[in-house]
């Protein structure tokens, strides 16, 4: 997909992984500009309550688990693979 993401809520006619995508990337926006207007000190309590709260300890917005997932999904949606159940050699093949 190139060009801005519109989110502008429920769009029968896009199917619902391409929605599922708009809203994931535009996820992915709002936190960066989130993290980018706080403080050094309210990151720092923003991480320790993602930690507390059993999202991981490995960057507390989980930006790069959050961006493979994202190309992992514009690279199917792009091949119009099966959603949203893949076959699971083409699973085993992009673990690898």
Known sequence: MSGPVVVSGVRPS???ERQLLAELKAAHRLLAMA???MTPASQAAFAQRSELSGLGTEGAT???ERAAVIARAESRVER???WPFPP???DAAEAA
Do not use: F
Request: proline residues 13%; charged residues 35%.
């Open 14 to 16: 896009v199917p619902l």
């Open 35 to 37: 993290l980018d207007c």
């Open 62 to 64: 989980r930006h790069h």
């Open 80 to 82: 119009r693979d099966a």
């Open 88 to 90: 699971p050699e083409l």
